[in-house]
């Protein structure tokens, strides 16, 4: 698994457990995490897992996600991440958000996940997975990661982070993605 973010690869963990792939993770191998140069969450996915298919010489999973708000013009979008700082305190990524959408109505906003799934020689499949919704102030919820306790799915009106983690895992970017890539290498 192409990554450092302990909540993305416990998810992927989880996603992967019925069919009994031995998962271990970029950090665990100590591997460098690739600087993301790319304009794209595909892109990025695939920079990645190809980077850690060949610093492990493994078959690799790599995630790239993040949250694309309408009223931001599509940001924070692929720098998700970035927008949380060095310290990764989303408390920052949630007050720069309510900022910059100080009086705005549309909250929509949805959640992108590109999977890519890259081998040792260079061959490498992407999947985008997709959930809209709604954001909410101020956040609520503790389980899950990053921007779930200010996203709200279509349909639901609990965020994310109240979730179960499994009935987030049932309708997730992350499981729509996921599915995709399942159909195309497991079946
Ligand atoms: P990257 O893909 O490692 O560049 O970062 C993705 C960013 O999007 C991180 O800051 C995550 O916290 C955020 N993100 C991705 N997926 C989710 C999710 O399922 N819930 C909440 N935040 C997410």
Avoid at 26 to 46: C, R
Avoid at 106 to 118: D, E, G, I, Q, Y
Avoid at 119 to 129: A, L, M, Q, V, Y
Wanted: some cysteine; charged content about 20%.
């Amino acid at each position: 698994m192409a990554s450092h973010n302990a909540g993305k690869v416990r998810e992927i963990r989880e996603l992967l457990t019925p069919f009994k792939a031995d998962v271990v993770s970029a950090g665990e191998l100590n591997l460098p995490e690739p600087e993301e140069t790319a304009l794209t969450f595909t892109g990025n996915a695939e920079l990645k897992a190809l980077a850690a298919a060949k610093g492990a010489k493994l078959p690799s999973l790599a995630d790239d996600s993040g949250l694309v708000i309408d009223a931001l013009d599509g940001a924070p979008g692929i720098y998700s991440a970035r927008w949380a700082g060095p310290t990764k305190d989303f408390a920052v990524a949630f007050a720069r958000i309510q900022r910059e959408m100080a009086g705005e109505t549309n909250t929509r906003a949805h959640f992108v996940c590109a999977l890519s799934l890259a081998w040792p020689d260079g061959h490498c499949d992407s999947f985008e997975g997709k959930i809209s919704g709604h954001l909410t102030f101020p956040p609520q919820g503790l389980k899950g990661f990053g921007y779930d306790p200010i996203f709200i799915a279509d349909g639901y009106s609990v965020t994310f982070a109240q979730m179960e983690p499994h009935e987030k895992h049932a309708i997730s970017h992350r499981a729509d993605a996921f599915r995709q890539l399942v159909a195309a290498c497991f079946q």
